[in-house]
């Protein structure tokens, strides 16, 4: 009996490093400020994630340059980002990075706030824009001016995060700014400013996506396919019951659920039913990625295809059947 007890031993530990190793590290996903991403957090909070048997830790950054920071360093699975901050990482990150979910396309969301008695689009020219670098306030500028025909070398770039726009419009740094909820109320809360144009004009330039790196798509799609599943379920939970999901989503975004369902007028959010049209090749994720692939002037070095994972969704719609 003696001589049993070593092997058993043995046994025994084998199966526990077993069982640990079975258990697999929850997949990183950074969210900055913005209603749409909060998606993610609602499901963690509803538990449709616990449901799909996917394990998400939420990194909460200050702003989507942030994110995408955190991404291209590798200390995160993956992040909410528009197509175009999506692009930039591709460009650094130094591996493949794929859209796995389109969470939303601005409808009017993202805006360009300028001090009274500035009126339009053209009432710039010669004027200081606040923008965040490296983020998608570029593509509602350029829409804008192009609108207008103006050009960029017509008026002065000034840079700041989102979170320090509405303290430094205070102090009069710029005469306009680019920028969305939750920080444009901040700054339209200021009684000289005013909307001058919004993405309801640019259809389809800005879309919202949750990004992974292709190595994690590709070792873990079981897990890739339960998450995008519970974010859906999310997004089905918020059409279903608007004021206790907008409560959820508004607890971590320093607003009131009424503030926050007024910011989701100006976004369209996009259900697992959608998945397929966002990502087809003439989708609304095909007309941002052309409005951000034409700003950073990547002529062709990314295809559409190479950012969006349609293989993903089309495994998905088919199994919801």
């Not at 990183?28 to 394990?55: C, D, M, T």
């Not at 992040?79 to 990075?97: H, K, N, R, S």
């Not at 103006?150 to 102090?171: D, G, I, P, T, W």
């Not at 607003?255 to 926050?260: G, H």
């Amino acid at each position: 009996m003696t001589r049993l007890l070593p092997a058993l031993w043995v046994v025994c530990a084998w199966a526990l490093c077993s069982c640990q190793q079975a258990a697999p590290k929850p997949l990183r996903i950074a969210i900055s400020p913005w209603v749409g991403y909060e998606f993610l957090f609602l499901a963690q909070e509803k538990g449709f994630l616990a449901e799909a048997g996917v394990g998400v830790e939420i990194v909460r950054t200050a702003s989507s340059g942030d994110s995408r920071r955190f991404y291209e360093r590798g200390l995160i699975d993956g992040f909410g980002a528009t197509v175009y901050e999506l692009l930039l990482a591709q460009q650094y990150a130094g591996e493949p990075t794929a859209v796995v979910y389109g969470v939303d396309i601005s409808a009017g969301a993202d805006v360009i706030l300028a001090r009274k008695p500035i009126a339009t689009v053209g009432d710039l020219r010669g004027k200081s824009v606040m923008i965040e670098q490296g983020s998608v306030n570029a593509v509602l500028l350029h829409a804008a001016l192009q609108s207008e025909g103006l050009s960029l070398s017509e008026m002065r770039v000034v840079f700041y995060n989102q979170s320090e726009m509405a303290h430094q419009m205070r102090k009069g740094m710029a005469d306009a700014a680019v920028s969305f909820p939750p920080f444009s109320s901040d700054i339209l809360a200021l009684p000289e400013m005013q909307v001058i144009y919004d993405s309801s004009r640019a259809p389809g330039a800005i879309a919202d996506v949750f990004a992974l790196r292709g190595s994690v798509i590709s070792a873990r799609r079981n897990e890739v396919r339960s998450l995008v599943r519970a974010i859906g379920a999310a997004v089905e939970y918020w059409r279903q019951n608007p004021t206790e999901a907008n409560a959820i989503l508004a607890k971590n975004l320093g607003q009131t659920p009424e503030s926050v369902a007024a910011d989701c007028m100006g976004i369209r959010v996009l259900g697992i039913s959608e998945q397929a049209e966002f990502s087809g090749p003439s989708g609304f994720g095909s007309k941002a990625f052309h409005a951000a692939s034409g700003l950073l002037q990547l002529g062709g070095k990314v295809a559409f295809q190479d950012v969006m994972d349609g293989s993903l969704c089309g495994e998905l719609l088919g199994g919801e059947r």
